[in-house]
């Protein structure tokens, strides 16, 4: 176990934790596999497989290899479909923008994000719900020389705000998330009502799980205190 140090930035995964995007993942999926000649798949077979890239699922679905020529074929179906497309059916995730008001109101403390998802279709969501100016620093696949749990990607965008990994708190829905912000030595909250199972998340052992975003402004607050001693798991 190692000592943490107060906060001075939150970093956001996406899919899942800001955004519930299950529909519109699904449909550029599907719009990938019907390109390509394959039969559509239904939602609960591809969205377990969400979060570790648009290769990764593209491979998993059509039962490929990442590196296999088919995969590369399918991913540039998805991601050009997903970029055209990038707001069909998302929504905010509960308690999202109550989360980016609280935080983007405390002083001295940025806000970033971290994902897995390619940057041109995270760029297209951003842009398309209007948050882009909300982040200090996004890390999106393809930045960083591997992925999310890999502490790469969070350690990049430490950098990029100019904070102390230590000083990090990391946000997701997924178990590559909390393993990141382990891997990287910083704080871990983790979101229940993302795509992850409660029981698969909280076995990942974070500091904190909530059950939506709104909460999170409290607990970062609460853990800014100059009275707060918590040791990392």
């Known amino acids: 176990m190692s000592d ?3 906060p001075k930035a939150v970093v956001f995964d996406l899919d899942g934790t800001l955004i519930d995007s299950r529909g519109d993942i699904v449909a550029a999926m599907n719009h990938a596999l019907i390109a390509t000649k394959r039969r559509p798949q239904p939602a609960s077979k591809i969205v377990p497989l969400v979060g570790n890239g648009a290769r990764a699922l593209c ?24 970029r055209a497309h990038p707001l069909d059916f998302t929504r905010w995730a509960p308690g999202a923008l109550q989360a980016l008001d609280d935080l983007g109101a405390m002083d001295d403390l940025m806000i970033g994000l971290c994902t897995n998802k390619h940057r041109s279709t995270t760029e297209a969501v951003l842009a398309a719900l209007g948050i ?3 982040f200090h620093a996004v890390v999106a696949g393809g930045d960083a020389a591997e992925l999310k749990p890999d502490p790469e990607p969070l350690l ?13 708190v990391m946000v997701g829905d997924g178990v590559q998330d909390v393993e990141c912000a382990k891997n990287a030595g910083s704080w871990s909250i983790a979101v229940e009502s993302g795509f992850t199972a409660p029981s698969v998340l909280m076995a990942a ?22 009275t707060t001693k918590l040791k990392l798991r």
């Open 4 to 6: 943490v140090l107060p």
């Open 59 to 82: 491979a998993q679905v059509a039962l490929l290899t990442d590196d296999d020529p088919e995969t590369d074929e399918l991913v540039a179906h998805f991601s050009a479909y997903y």
């Open 132 to 134: 882009t100016e909300r």
């Open 156 to 168: 990049l965008a430490s950098k990029l705000l100019g904070v102390d990994p230590r000083m990090v």
């Open 205 to 226: 052992l974070p500091n904190v799980a909530v059950k939506d975003l709104s909460l999170v402004a409290g607990i970062v607050q609460r853990w800014r205190e100059p």
